[in-house]
């Protein structure tokens, strides 16, 4: 009998061959003609032969086939059989024929990827790349993945703003089907944007609305922006900044018609256009509110509309009416209060009637509050923080105040509290979702400073010790000047209550010799404890017993008197602290008073009181505005203050001045001998530097600083008993003025700042530093 063979090579040549099979139906294709030739149409497959075939089993094979044995020689199940096999993606070749009643199906298999290899990419990691890509080493290999996955990294490439970027993959054949998978990449310079220019503007000036952009025009010296390449998100962005601009000056009906980004032909520059319908100027009409909830009153609530009858339209103030107007309604327990303002334009007089739609509400209560995501961390520690438990009613202020207790124990990466709807209309759910950060640091550092010198540092410490939110720690520092060993435990809730405990130990050496010619060794310990007046005023009381033994050497000033002293003290401290962000502080004012009187037992007899300030408030976008004072003042009781106990004033409390550089000063050695009173204040702004430096961590300020040490007690005779000539001491209270700029770096190998501060109002026995800076790092 006759062999028909009837070969498919590739995904073209089987949709050529269905063609084909059509046309010989449609042309005449005669079975009883296929009969006399020796094949029926319905002759029956007796068998599947598979060959070729080395990693996947031939039953696996059969089972992606739309045929079996038994069926008929049908083209049209064949071909979706041979589909079939490619669509899996394991064949690079199918090749299917008859042999009498049998079929047999050759194969050759799509090789296995060995490795994936990233060859040129400088600018993106091989880390980035393979997060981004689909294929992996011993995924089978396909012309139409690799395709994929050069799409995917040109994309990348896209988003970074490298437009130029060129992708090609290679294969290097090895043993046993299997392949090495190489992307070549031509990576190419940034696509920056060279121009954006506008189109239908009248009212305002290109220039004003480029202001308002976030994509910027590329320029020389703007080498820590990262806003001046193209990206399509940012454009979008743009379009709705362009939008907000335009409703807040008035123009109600303004809107974005185009944004075109045109690319040259060498890739390297975009020229960005925006055609923009500007409209007419509105003023604010009659303004509102209807309330549908009977306890809450249009008249309480008109007191929330930001904008006034007759002012220019400004969207922006609608919104906030909104938001005031919701945050009351959570005030007085409406978790759900939905506000939305109804706004009618008069276009013949070029007004906006607003009217604030109150929705019908109702008082909500809380039903349960729902914790997730705390691994590690007890409920009940988390709990805790909380200003409001279940049945009691709602309050967006404690929700919010709730959230920023939970912020502040540094437990937590993110913290997030959103409101669901209960069982009933009238009940809600709080529903917390934490992500838990490490708590606990072993760190062994090095660093090198101008007020340090080179120092080591040891320590470990938790804090949130097993999960319950204990603190410990056990820390030793090293350096020229201070060493230093302490060890540290605080309970903030002892036996249950909102009431901190703990215990310090210390011993610490501070070598003073080289700017008052003496050294101190002080060992002791502290009890403390502290609670909460209110939710922003802490209260803390502490006893301290400490022995300090002070040394001079041969050439000492003669006002210093060595001896070993000990103090017994109690003291308090009072808190106040409304700051946003302990490491990068933008708004809030904290402030801290503290008294120790020392005297219960010991041969020390003082009374001790500082002052601390710090006031931040955002002044345009991200310049931040600091205002900083402190303060000391010591008063011996029935005897004089020692120079172990009095301040020092200088570096880097004052900028621009060494360590313990102003003050009185002994003429004879030139030993600052520190002061019963000072005073010291800084007045900074934080100037942004733009998202790329931002993201590298580097903030840079302008400060002036303030400050001034004074009043010393002096003795008539030495520790010898022998007289001493008081008018060599020099004590000149004036205020001294430092001005610089300081650059704050979070390197990858630790924290750097360096500050530049020149004293611009001095006395002549003052010391003077221009430079101080500072580097460190963990390993």
């Known amino acids: 009998m006759e062999t028909v063979f009837v070969v498919f090579r590739t995904w073209g040549a089987a949709a050529l061959l269905s063609l084909v099979l059509c046309f010989a139906v449609g042309a005449g294709y005669n079975p009883a003609q296929a009969q006399a030739q020796g094949q029926s149409p319905t002759d029956k497959i007796d068998q599947i032969l598979v060959s070729g075939n080395e990693r996947v089993e031939p039953a696996t094979i059969l089972s992606y086939l739309t045929v079996r044995s038994g069926d008929p020689f049908s083209p049209l199940l064949i071909d979706a059989s041979l589909k079939a096999l490619f669509s899996t993606g394991l064949f690079s070749d199918v090749v299917m024929e008859r042999d009498g009643n049998n079929l047999i199906i050759r194969l050759t298999e799509n090789p296995v990827i060995n490795r994936i290899v990233f060859e040129g990419n400088k600018r993106l990691d091989r880390d980035d790349l393979l997060e981004e890509v689909q294929l992996r080493p011993r995924m089978v290999y396909t012309r139409s993945r690799v395709r994929e996955d050069v799409q995917r990294i040109i994309e990348l490439y896209r988003r970074s703003g490298r437009f130029a970027a060129v992708v090609e993959p290679k294969i290097i054949l090895l043993e046993q089907n299997r392949v090495d998978l190489v992307f070549e990449m031509t990576e190419g310079a940034k696509s920056r944007i060279s121009r954006i220019t506008f189109l239908g503007n009248k009212i305002f000036s290109d220039r004003e609305l480029r202001g308002e952009l976030v994509t910027t025009e590329a320029r020389w010296w703007k080498i820590f922006s990262s806003n001046d390449t193209y990206d399509p998100d940012r454009q979008a962005f743009d379009r709705e900044l362009l939008r907000q601009f335009y409703l807040s000056?008035?123009?109600a009906d303004f809107r974005v018609i185009s944004a075109v980004a045109e690319l040259t032909p060498d890739q390297r520059d975009f020229f960005i256009t925006f055609t923009v319908h500007e409209g007419e100027r509105y003023r604010f009409g009659k303004l509102d509110v209807d309330s549908d909830v009977r306890d809450l009153s249009p008249e309480l609530f008109r007191n929330f509309i930001r904008a006034r009858e007759g002012s220019i339209y400004n969207a922006k103030k609608i919104e906030d009416s909104v938001d005031l107007m919701t945050e009351a309604g959570g005030l007085l327990g409406y978790a759900f209060l939905d506000v939305s303002p109804q706004i009618r334009r008069v276009r013949d007089q070029r007004i906006l009637e607003v009217t604030f739609k109150i929705e019908e509400a109702q008082r909500t209560y809380i039903e349960r509050i729902e914790i997730h995501g705390n691994v590690r961390t007890l409920d009940r520690v988390i709990r805790r923080e909380f200003r409001l438990a279940e049945g009691d009613a709602y309050s967006s202020a404690r929700v919010k105040r709730s959230e920023t207790r939970l912020n502040s124990l540094g437990f937590f990466r993110t913290v997030e509290i959103e409101q669901q709807r209960g069982s009933q209309p009238d009940r809600v759910i709080i529903d917390v979702t934490v992500e838990e950060t490490a708590t606990g640091e072993l760190s062994l550092g090095a660093a090198f400073s101008s007020f340090e010198s080179l120092l080591f540092e040891f320590s470990i410490s938790e804090r949130n010790l097993l999960g319950k939110g204990q603190q410990l720690r056990l820390g030793a520092l090293y350096s020229s000047r201070r060493q230093q060993i302490d060890i540290?435990?605080?309970?903030?809730?002892?036996?249950?209550?909102?009431?901190?405990?703990?215990?310090?130990?210390?011993?610490?050496?501070?070598?003073?010799?080289?700017?008052?010619?003496?050294?101190?060794?002080?060992?002791?310990?502290?009890?403390?404890?502290?609670?909460?007046?209110?939710?922003?005023?802490?209260?803390?009381?502490?006893?301290?017993?400490?022995?300090?033994?002070?040394?001079?050497?041969?050439?000492?000033?003669?006002?210093?008197?060595?001896?070993?002293?000990?103090?017994?003290?109690?003291?308090?401290?009072?808190?106040?602290?409304?700051?946003?962000?302990?490491?990068?502080?933008?708004?809030?004012?904290?402030?801290?008073?503290?008294?120790?009187?020392?005297?219960?037992?010991?041969?020390?007899?003082?009374?001790?009181?500082?002052?601390?300030?710090?006031?931040?408030?955002?002044?345009?976008?991200?310049?931040?505005?600091?205002?900083?004072?402190?303060?000391?003042?010591?008063?011996?009781?029935?005897?004089?203050?020692?120079?172990?106990?009095?301040?020092?004033?200088?570096?880097?409390?004052?900028?621009?001045?060494?360590?313990?550089?102003?003050?009185?000063?002994?003429?004879?050695?030139?030993?600052?001998?520190?002061?019963?009173?000072?005073?010291?204040?800084?007045?900074?702004?934080?100037?942004?530097?733009?998202?790329?430096?931002?993201?590298?961590?580097?903030?840079?300020?302008?400060?002036?600083?303030?400050?001034?040490?004074?009043?010393?007690?002096?003795?008539?005779?030495?520790?010898?008993?022998?007289?001493?000539?008081?008018?060599?001491?020099?004590?000149?209270?004036?205020?001294?003025?430092?001005?610089?700029?300081?650059?704050?770096?979070?390197?990858?190998?630790?924290?750097?700042?360096?500050?530049l501060a020149k004293a611009i109002r001095k006395e002549p026995t003052d010391r003077t530093q221009f430079l101080q800076f500072n580097i460190g790092t963990t390993f």
């Open 249 to 251: 000056k008035g123009y």
């Open 488 to 755: 540290g435990f605080t309970e903030p809730y002892f036996l249950n209550r909102e009431l901190a405990a703990g215990i310090d130990l210390f011993r610490t050496e501070v070598d003073n010799f080289t700017e008052s010619t003496f050294k101190t060794t002080s060992t002791g310990g502290a009890l403390r404890t502290g609670f909460r007046l209110d939710e922003t005023v802490q209260l803390g009381l502490r006893y301290t017993l400490r022995r300090d033994d002070v040394e001079i050497e041969l050439f000492s000033s003669r006002f210093i008197f060595p001896g070993v002293t000990t103090t017994s003290a109690i003291g308090y401290s009072l808190f106040f602290d409304t700051v946003d962000n302990f490491l990068r502080p933008s708004r809030g004012t904290s402030f801290r008073l503290s008294q120790d009187f020392a005297g219960l037992g010991g041969n020390v007899n003082y009374l001790r009181s500082t002052l601390q300030y710090d006031y931040y408030k955002p002044i345009t976008g991200r310049w931040i505005f600091h205002l900083g004072a402190d303060m000391g003042y010591i008063k011996g009781i029935g005897e004089n203050i020692r120079i172990n106990n009095r301040f020092f004033l200088g570096n880097p409390r004052m900028r621009g001045f060494d360590v313990a550089g102003i003050g009185p000063v002994d003429l004879l050695t030139g030993s600052f001998l520190g002061g019963n009173a000072f005073y010291a204040a800084t007045a900074g702004v934080a100037i942004p530097l733009g998202a790329a430096a931002e993201e590298l961590g580097i903030q840079i300020t302008a400060f002036v600083d303030v400050g001034a040490l004074a009043k010393l007690d002096l003795e008539e005779t030495d520790f010898q008993g022998f007289p001493i000539d008081n008018s060599l001491v020099i004590s000149n209270g004036s205020p001294r003025i430092a001005v610089g700029i300081g650059v704050i770096w979070q390197s990858p190998f630790g924290p750097f700042r360096i500050d």
